[in-house]
T-cell receptor, first 114, second 112 residues
Framework: DGGITQSPKYLFRKEGQNVTLSCEQN?????MYWYRQDPGQGLRLIYY???????QKGDIAEGYSVSREKKESFPLTVTSAQKNPTAFYLC?????????????FGPGTRLTVL | GEDVEQSLFLSVREGDSSVINCTYT??????LYWYKQEPGAGLQLLTY?????DMKQDQRLTVLLNKKDKHLSLRIADTQTGDSAIYFC????????????FGGGTRLMVKP
């Protein structure tokens, strides 16, 4: 059963702590993306990766970091430098970055900073 | 502000048609998408339209594209309670690979 998985579904963090959100896909997609969604707002792009071992900053990369060591995995770290990290985080993937390939989304992780 | 704009809220009665509107700014956008988000879930692709098309129909869904006015709409025929969700339109950014710009989403409420 192919798809994108994100874990955990809910995550709580104390202020000042880093936390890593997992995103895995078994669709054999080259490109992967991380978005942030705030209540009543659209999705904003944090980071994206066109291919394994590559990644670029999106529109709101400050306070976040990523890695892409394996094709199927694109973890996102929310660092203590992110001033307002409480949000819903969505991971997506597409077959390629240069083609007009559909982005498919995971179920999301809701991060709450206590 | 966002480059892609949608109204925040739409309420319809079950069985009626719903029309969700979207305006975008990049006239060179090649693909425009409609996604559906149910509570606490990820986004599900509903349909998309290529910029050289005026209309696309897929079962209960009809997408209309007016390139001159940069206006996109999604019509849902015979709206059901299961259609209650947030609907996002998105445009593929020009000269930016496969990056998308999303609207703020329209919350559709279907009353029985």
């Amino acid at each position: 059963d192919g798809g994108i998985t994100q874990s955990p579904k809910y995550l709580f963090r104390k202020e000042g702590q880093n936390v890593t959100l997992s995103c895995e896909q078994n669709l054999n997609h080259d490109a992967m993306y991380w978005y942030r969604q705030d209540p009543g707002q659209g999705l904003r792009l944090i980071y994206y990766s066109q291919i394994v071992n590559d990644f670029q900053k999106g529109d709101i990369a400050e306070g976040y970091s990523v890695s892409r060591e394996k094709k199927e995995s694109f973890p996102l770290t929310v660092t203590s430098a992110q001033k307002n990290p409480t949000a819903f985080y969505l991971c997506a993937s597409s077959a390629s970055f240069t083609g007009a390939d559909t982005q498919y989304f995971g179920p999301g992780t809701r991060l709450t900073v206590l | 502000g966002e480059d892609v704009e949608q109204s925040l809220f739409l309420s319809v009665r079950e069985g009626d048609s719903s029309v969700i509107n979207c305006t975008y700014t990049d006239s060179s956008s090649t693909y425009l998408y409609w996604y559906k988000q149910e509570p606490g879930a990820g986004l599900q692709l509903l349909t998309y339209i290529f910029s050289n098309m005026d209309m696309k129909q897929d079962q209960r869904l009809t997408v209309l594209l007016n390139k001159k006015d940069k206006h996109l709409s999604l019509r849902i025929a015979d709206t059901q309670t299961g259609d209650s969700a947030i609907y996002f339109c998105a445009e593929r950014r020009n000269n930016a690979g496969n990056m998308l710009t999303f609207g703020g989403g329209t919350r559709l409420m279907v009353k029985p």
